[in-house]
Protein backbone atom coordinates (compact mmCIF):
# COMPACT_ATOMS: atom_id res chain seq x y z
CA UNK A 1 0.00 0.00 0.00
CA UNK A 2 1.00 3.64 -0.32
CA UNK A 3 1.37 6.65 1.88
CA UNK A 4 -1.95 8.26 2.40
CA UNK A 5 -2.56 10.97 0.10
CA UNK A 6 -2.37 13.92 2.34
CA UNK A 7 0.19 12.30 4.36
CA UNK A 8 3.39 14.76 5.47
CA UNK A 9 6.41 13.70 4.24
CA UNK A 10 9.22 11.67 5.73
CA UNK A 11 12.04 13.75 6.94
CA UNK A 12 15.46 12.05 5.61
CA UNK A 13 17.20 10.07 8.73
CA UNK A 14 19.83 11.84 10.28
CA UNK A 15 23.49 10.89 9.79
CA UNK A 16 25.21 9.78 12.78
CA UNK A 17 27.83 12.48 13.56
CA UNK A 18 31.35 11.75 12.70
CA UNK A 19 33.71 10.03 15.51
CA UNK A 20 35.48 12.39 17.48
CA UNK A 21 38.80 12.05 17.37
CA UNK A 22 40.58 10.67 20.49
CA UNK A 23 41.92 12.75 22.35
CA UNK A 24 45.95 13.28 22.63
CA UNK A 25 48.15 15.18 25.13
CA UNK A 26 48.58 18.77 23.93
CA UNK A 27 52.97 19.49 24.65
CA UNK A 28 53.09 23.01 26.82
CA UNK A 29 55.74 24.34 24.00
CA UNK A 30 55.08 25.36 20.58
CA UNK A 31 58.33 23.03 19.64
CA UNK A 32 56.53 20.70 20.94
CA UNK A 33 53.33 20.80 19.03
CA UNK A 34 54.72 21.82 16.24
CA UNK A 35 56.70 17.94 16.43
CA UNK A 36 53.07 16.46 17.82
CA UNK A 37 51.61 17.81 15.03
CA UNK A 38 54.22 17.08 11.78
CA UNK A 39 53.55 13.40 13.59
CA UNK A 40 50.28 12.93 13.38
CA UNK A 41 49.95 14.80 10.15
CA UNK A 42 52.23 12.21 8.80
CA UNK A 43 52.77 9.44 10.87
CA UNK A 44 54.50 7.00 8.04
CA UNK A 45 57.37 9.88 8.01
CA UNK A 46 57.86 9.92 11.77
CA UNK A 47 59.92 7.25 14.26
CA UNK A 48 59.05 6.80 18.41
CA UNK A 49 61.83 6.28 20.29
CA UNK A 50 61.59 5.13 23.99
CA UNK A 51 63.85 4.64 27.03
CA UNK A 52 62.92 1.15 29.12
CA UNK A 53 63.09 1.42 32.65
CA UNK A 54 60.72 3.42 33.97
CA UNK A 55 59.56 4.49 30.78
CA UNK A 56 58.08 1.18 29.24
CA UNK A 57 58.67 -0.36 32.63
CA UNK A 58 58.27 0.39 35.81
CA UNK A 59 61.22 1.22 38.47
CA UNK A 60 61.31 -2.25 41.16
CA UNK A 61 64.10 -2.46 43.82
CA UNK A 62 65.86 -5.57 41.67
CA UNK A 63 66.30 -4.38 37.80
CA UNK A 64 66.17 -8.00 36.82
CA UNK A 65 62.73 -8.41 38.03
CA UNK A 66 61.42 -5.36 35.60
CA UNK A 67 58.70 -6.14 32.62
CA UNK A 68 57.43 -4.14 30.55
CA UNK A 69 54.29 -1.75 32.01
CA UNK A 70 50.63 -4.14 30.99
CA UNK A 71 49.81 -2.95 28.07
CA UNK A 72 53.48 -1.57 26.59
CA UNK A 73 53.85 -4.11 23.90
CA UNK A 74 50.00 -3.99 22.71
CA UNK A 75 50.27 -0.14 22.42
CA UNK A 76 53.43 -0.33 20.47
CA UNK A 77 52.00 -2.75 18.05
CA UNK A 78 49.11 -0.75 17.36
CA UNK A 79 50.81 2.24 16.66
CA UNK A 80 54.23 0.92 14.78
CA UNK A 81 52.51 -0.05 11.88
CA UNK A 82 52.04 3.54 11.12
CA UNK A 83 55.13 4.76 11.55
CA UNK A 84 58.37 4.48 9.93
CA UNK A 85 60.00 2.95 12.92
CA UNK A 86 60.00 2.43 16.09
CA UNK A 87 63.46 2.48 18.86
CA UNK A 88 63.45 1.47 22.67
CA UNK A 89 67.25 2.84 23.69
CA UNK A 90 68.39 1.53 26.75
CA UNK A 91 71.34 1.25 28.94
CA UNK A 92 70.54 -2.70 29.65
CA UNK A 93 72.14 -4.79 27.20
CA UNK A 94 69.97 -5.62 24.15
CA UNK A 95 68.97 -8.82 24.82
CA UNK A 96 67.74 -8.10 28.08
CA UNK A 97 65.31 -5.43 26.65
CA UNK A 98 64.66 -7.80 24.31
CA UNK A 99 63.81 -10.35 27.00
CA UNK A 100 62.64 -8.60 29.53
CA UNK A 101 59.75 -6.09 27.22
CA UNK A 102 58.78 -9.33 25.29
CA UNK A 103 59.74 -7.71 22.01
CA UNK A 104 60.76 -10.61 20.14
CA UNK A 105 58.28 -12.11 17.74
CA UNK A 106 55.74 -9.51 18.29
CA UNK A 107 53.46 -8.92 15.41
CA UNK A 108 53.22 -5.47 14.55
CA UNK A 109 56.69 -4.54 15.57
CA UNK A 110 58.77 -5.77 12.16
CA UNK A 111 60.57 -2.45 12.70
CA UNK A 112 61.67 -2.31 15.73
CA UNK A 113 65.27 -1.49 16.86
CA UNK A 114 66.29 -1.89 20.68
CA UNK A 115 69.94 -0.09 21.02
CA UNK A 116 71.44 -1.17 24.16
CA UNK A 117 73.75 0.03 25.85
CA UNK A 118 73.61 3.21 24.86
CA UNK A 119 73.85 1.79 21.08
CA UNK A 120 76.67 0.09 21.20
CA UNK A 121 74.46 -2.88 20.85
CA UNK A 122 71.57 -3.06 18.15
CA UNK A 123 69.17 -5.79 17.96
CA UNK A 124 66.77 -5.53 14.97
CA UNK A 125 62.85 -7.38 14.83
CA UNK A 126 63.03 -8.05 11.53
CA UNK A 127 65.99 -10.50 11.56
CA UNK A 128 66.71 -11.31 15.12
CA UNK A 129 70.71 -10.04 14.33
CA UNK A 130 72.36 -8.91 17.58
CA UNK A 131 75.51 -6.69 16.52
CA UNK A 132 77.80 -5.63 19.41
CA UNK A 133 81.25 -4.60 19.47
CA UNK A 134 84.18 -5.67 21.87
CA UNK A 135 84.17 -4.87 25.44
CA UNK A 136 85.95 -1.84 26.46
CA UNK A 137 88.95 -3.18 28.62
CA UNK A 138 88.18 -1.03 31.32
CA UNK A 139 85.21 -2.87 32.37
CA UNK A 140 86.98 -5.92 34.00
CA UNK A 141 89.73 -3.54 35.86
CA UNK A 142 86.68 -1.71 37.51
CA UNK A 143 84.68 -4.63 38.22
CA UNK A 144 87.70 -6.20 39.98
CA UNK A 145 88.34 -3.14 42.39
CA UNK A 146 84.87 -2.30 42.83
CA UNK A 147 84.30 -5.13 45.74
CA UNK A 148 87.39 -2.84 47.85
CA UNK A 149 85.83 0.27 47.00
CA UNK A 150 82.38 -0.15 48.29
CA UNK A 151 83.72 -2.10 51.52
CA UNK A 152 85.56 0.92 52.09
CA UNK A 153 82.70 3.31 51.35
CA UNK A 154 81.52 1.22 54.41
CA UNK A 155 77.70 1.24 52.14
CA UNK A 156 77.92 -2.13 51.14
CA UNK A 157 75.60 -3.68 52.75
CA UNK A 158 72.49 -2.82 51.24
CA UNK A 159 73.98 -2.08 48.04
CA UNK A 160 73.23 -3.61 44.84
CA UNK A 161 75.96 -4.62 42.64
CA UNK A 162 74.87 -5.45 38.45
CA UNK A 163 77.82 -6.94 37.89
CA UNK A 164 79.45 -7.03 34.03
CA UNK A 165 78.94 -10.98 33.44
CA UNK A 166 75.06 -11.17 34.86
CA UNK A 167 73.94 -8.12 33.77
CA UNK A 168 75.94 -5.79 31.69
CA UNK A 169 77.35 -8.13 29.39
CA UNK A 170 80.97 -6.87 29.94
CA UNK A 171 80.53 -3.18 28.77
CA UNK A 172 79.65 -1.45 31.85
CA UNK A 173 78.77 -1.97 35.72
CA UNK A 174 76.27 -0.19 37.98
CA UNK A 175 75.96 0.06 41.21
CA UNK A 176 72.26 0.56 42.67
CA UNK A 177 71.18 2.03 45.98
CA UNK A 178 67.85 1.55 46.05
CA UNK A 179 67.96 -1.33 48.49
CA UNK A 180 70.29 0.54 51.06
CA UNK A 181 68.85 1.30 54.13
CA UNK A 182 69.45 4.67 53.28
CA UNK A 183 69.33 4.88 49.44
CA UNK A 184 70.19 8.49 48.99
CA UNK A 185 72.98 8.93 51.57
CA UNK A 186 74.56 5.87 49.57
CA UNK A 187 74.22 7.47 46.34
CA UNK A 188 75.86 10.35 47.50
CA UNK A 189 78.86 8.75 49.40
CA UNK A 190 79.30 6.75 46.51
CA UNK A 191 79.57 8.86 43.74
CA UNK A 192 82.93 10.49 44.78
CA UNK A 193 85.26 6.83 45.02
CA UNK A 194 83.32 5.32 41.88
CA UNK A 195 83.88 8.33 40.04
CA UNK A 196 87.81 7.79 40.87
CA UNK A 197 87.59 4.35 39.67
CA UNK A 198 86.10 4.92 36.47
CA UNK A 199 88.52 7.84 35.72
CA UNK A 200 91.84 5.34 36.17
CA UNK A 201 90.23 3.06 33.99
CA UNK A 202 89.21 5.41 31.20
CA UNK A 203 85.53 5.18 31.82
CA UNK A 204 82.71 7.66 33.21
CA UNK A 205 80.24 7.56 35.69
CA UNK A 206 76.43 7.88 34.47
CA UNK A 207 74.45 8.93 37.69
CA UNK A 208 70.64 8.11 37.32
CA UNK A 209 67.75 7.00 39.69
CA UNK A 210 69.76 5.59 43.12
CA UNK A 211 71.98 4.30 40.24
CA UNK A 212 75.40 5.29 39.17
CA UNK A 213 76.61 3.49 36.01
CA UNK A 214 80.60 2.92 35.27
CA UNK A 215 80.36 3.09 31.49
CA UNK A 216 83.03 4.02 28.51
CA UNK A 217 82.95 7.42 27.35
CA UNK A 218 80.94 8.17 23.79
CA UNK A 219 77.97 5.98 24.54
CA UNK A 220 74.93 8.04 25.61
CA UNK A 221 71.60 7.95 23.92
CA UNK A 222 72.04 11.46 22.50
CA UNK A 223 74.47 9.61 19.62
CA UNK A 224 72.35 6.96 19.44
CA UNK A 225 68.90 8.80 18.76
CA UNK A 226 70.68 11.43 15.97
CA UNK A 227 72.36 8.22 14.60
CA UNK A 228 69.49 6.31 14.25
CA UNK A 229 66.74 9.37 13.21
CA UNK A 230 69.92 10.38 10.07
CA UNK A 231 69.34 6.56 9.36
CA UNK A 232 65.51 6.95 8.73
CA UNK A 233 65.32 9.98 7.42
CA UNK A 234 62.17 10.65 9.80
CA UNK A 235 60.82 13.86 9.72
CA UNK A 236 59.62 13.61 13.17
CA UNK A 237 60.63 12.27 16.25
CA UNK A 238 58.97 11.68 19.44
CA UNK A 239 61.34 10.07 23.04
CA UNK A 240 60.16 9.36 26.12
CA UNK A 241 62.41 9.09 29.10
CA UNK A 242 62.58 9.69 32.49
CA UNK A 243 66.42 9.78 33.97
CA UNK A 244 68.80 12.00 33.41
CA UNK A 245 70.41 9.24 30.82
CA UNK A 246 67.66 10.79 28.55
CA UNK A 247 69.04 14.13 28.60
CA UNK A 248 71.36 13.53 25.75
CA UNK A 249 68.38 12.25 24.21
CA UNK A 250 66.68 15.29 24.40
CA UNK A 251 69.38 17.03 23.65
CA UNK A 252 69.62 15.64 20.55
CA UNK A 253 65.72 16.43 19.40
CA UNK A 254 66.50 19.80 20.83
CA UNK A 255 69.60 20.15 17.86
CA UNK A 256 67.69 17.97 14.96
CA UNK A 257 64.77 20.59 15.41
CA UNK A 258 66.79 23.40 14.59
CA UNK A 259 67.71 21.49 11.30
CA UNK A 260 64.55 20.52 10.36
CA UNK A 261 62.64 17.49 11.83
CA UNK A 262 60.24 18.08 13.75
CA UNK A 263 60.30 16.54 17.72
CA UNK A 264 58.55 15.92 20.84
CA UNK A 265 60.02 15.08 24.44
CA UNK A 266 58.17 13.05 26.71
CA UNK A 267 59.08 12.80 30.12
CA UNK A 268 58.09 9.77 32.09
CA UNK A 269 57.43 11.62 35.29
CA UNK A 270 58.70 10.80 38.78
CA UNK A 271 59.26 12.49 42.16
CA UNK A 272 63.02 11.15 42.01
CA UNK A 273 64.32 13.14 38.81
CA UNK A 274 63.33 16.91 38.29
CA UNK A 275 65.36 17.71 35.17
CA UNK A 276 63.49 16.12 32.57
CA UNK A 277 60.14 17.27 33.32
CA UNK A 278 61.62 20.60 33.45
CA UNK A 279 62.99 20.11 29.37
CA UNK A 280 60.34 17.98 28.44
CA UNK A 281 57.74 19.49 26.21
CA UNK A 282 54.91 16.75 27.82
CA UNK A 283 55.06 15.21 31.20
CA UNK A 284 52.66 12.10 31.40
CA UNK A 285 52.33 9.66 34.91
CA UNK A 286 55.54 7.58 34.02
CA UNK A 287 55.00 4.22 32.19
CA UNK A 288 51.34 4.33 32.57
CA UNK A 289 51.11 7.69 31.26
CA UNK A 290 53.72 6.40 28.51
CA UNK A 291 51.24 3.24 27.69
CA UNK A 292 47.81 5.63 27.57
CA UNK A 293 50.04 8.48 24.58
CA UNK A 294 51.13 5.47 22.81
CA UNK A 295 47.29 4.31 22.54
CA UNK A 296 45.88 7.83 22.44
CA UNK A 297 48.51 8.42 19.25
CA UNK A 298 47.26 5.04 17.75
CA UNK A 299 43.51 5.56 18.49
CA UNK A 300 44.06 8.98 16.67
CA UNK A 301 46.08 7.48 13.61
CA UNK A 302 43.53 5.09 13.26
CA UNK A 303 40.26 7.14 12.91
CA UNK A 304 41.93 8.88 10.23
CA UNK A 305 42.19 5.85 8.02
Not at 131 to 158: F, K, N, T, Y
Not at 193 to 200: I, K, Q, V
Not at 257 to 267: M, N, Q, T, Y
Request: aromatic fraction near 4%.
Amino acid sequence: MGSPPNAAPQPEPTPDPAPTPPAVPVPHSAAGREGLAALLAHPERAVVALDFDGTLADIVPDPAKARAHPGATAALARLAPHLRAVAVITGRPAAVAVRLGGFDGLPGLDHLVVLGHYGAERWDAATGALHAPAPHPGIAAVQAELPGVLDRSGVWHGTWVETAVEHKGGRAVAVHTRRAADPQHAFETLRGPLTELAERHGLIVEPGRLVLELRPPGMDKGVALADWVRETGAAAVLYAGDDLGDLAAFAAIEKLRSEGPGGVLVCSGSNEVTELAERADLVVDGPRGVVALLGALADRIESRS
